[in-house]
């Protein structure tokens, strides 16, 4: 397993990460959580991607007990803060209050008495930036976050939590956590030219496109049994991939898989990891055999050809409007 620098920060994350969204606490059971983040140790990954909202706060206690015996030190664990965690006023969002107590929660979950990368989940459009960046700043002082990110911010919300991040002397932020993947490639026009820049690193999610890119949604079959498609937690979030135009398209990169020596799931996690301005690309997985597969994209190098090929077959279906970077306009 390859790492790399978080952007311009010092901080090394493994080139993949494993994230438990819709799996841990949910979708499938504890054993199998524990096997595939032991399998994800034992392929080298050291950087863990979870968040309070997850399974409603319970997928961080399922990661937690899966790390609790593995030295602390050799991991990377990020969470984040902004979904609701209750049903109050101030149970979500970007708030000092909420920040502060969302905090200690996430701690206590995942039993450590720090996180590595502590990311606003989304932008709060109903609070001062400059409140939200002092509670992380102070959460950085108090040594209970290491790093500072944000996930799905557009480039104005990063450049504008850079300027203020300067003039008040606070850390700044180091990365963004974005939906990165072949067929969803918003953040190319503007995110990443600025993050780039200013040397803010990318941690990409779904980069197989929550399973769609593995091939294994057949265009006119019903969905495998037991995958994200069926899974009433999941069906949701994967629906608007499962068009007959994309489902095609996704079985003809097949051959380019096969010539390269890679599954279809590898060429996507690879494909991801091809743009230098990507720190990690975060996996995500039902079962051990998925994280053995899916790691092995590490080191892979794609070659211009074979870039070429996939953006000939995908390029219709390929979603690149940066204004599908949102967050809700007032808190959920
Ligand atoms: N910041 C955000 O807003 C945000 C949003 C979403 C996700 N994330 C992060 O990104 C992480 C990964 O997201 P994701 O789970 O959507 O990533 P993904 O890697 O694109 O999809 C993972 C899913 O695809 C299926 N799969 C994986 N490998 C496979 C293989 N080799 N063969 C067949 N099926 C395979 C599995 O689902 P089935 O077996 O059930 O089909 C697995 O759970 C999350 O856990 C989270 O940490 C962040």
């Known amino acids: 397993m390859e790492h790399r620098r978080l952007g311009r920060s010092g901080l090394k994350i493994s080139e993949i990460a494993y994230g438990n969204w819709i799996t841990h606490g949910s979708q499938v059971e504890e054993d199998a959580a524990r096997a595939c983040v032991a399998t994800a140790l034992d392929e080298g990954i050291t950087t863990f991607d979870t968040a309070d909202v997850y399974a409603g706060t319970r997928a961080e206690e399922v990661v ?23 049903k109050g006023p101030n149970d979500s969002g970007l708030s000092r209050k909420h920040i502060m107590e969302a905090v200690a ?75 990165y993947n072949m067929l969803w490639r918003v953040i190319e026009t503007e995110v990443i030219p600025l993050c780039a820049k200013e040397g803010i690193g990318q941690i990409a999610w779904s980069p197989i496109a929550q399973g769609v890119l593995t091939g294994k949604y057949r265009p006119g079959s019903p969905p495998p049994a037991g995958s994200r498609a069926t899974d009433p937690s999941g069906s949701g979030f994967i629906r608007h991939f499962l068009e007959e135009d994309v489902l095609t398209r996704v079985q003809q990169l097949a051959p380019i898989a096969a010539e390269a020596g890679l599954s279809l799931a590898q060429l996507a996690v690879a494909w991801t990891l091809q743009n230098p301005s990507v720190s990690a690309a975060i996996i995500g997985a039902t079962r051990p ?35 599908r970077t949102t967050s809700p306009p007032r808190r959920p």
């Open 289 to 323: 055999e998925q994280v053995r597969e899916n790691a092995k994209a590490s080191g892979v190098r794609l070659s211009d050809s074979v870039l070429r090929r996939i953006d000939e077959i995908l390029g219709p279906v390929v979603v690149r409007d940066p204004a």
């Open 64 to 86: 937690g007990r899966a790390l609790a015996g593995v030295r602390r030190e050799s991991v990377e664990i990020c969470t984040k803060v902004y979904w609701p965690t209750g």
């Open 105 to 179: 929660g996430s701690l206590r979950r995942l039993q450590t008495d720090h996180i590595d990368l502590y990311q606003a989940h989304r932008y709060d459009h109903e609070t001062p930036l400059e409140e939200t960046l002092r509670a992380f700043e102070d959460l950085v002082r108090q040594g209970k976050v290491l790093y500072i990110g944000v996930s799905e911010w557009r480039a104005a919300e990063i450049g504008d939590a850079l300027r203020i991040a300067d003039q008040m002397g606070f850390d700044r932020i180091v990365s963004n956590q974005p939906q």
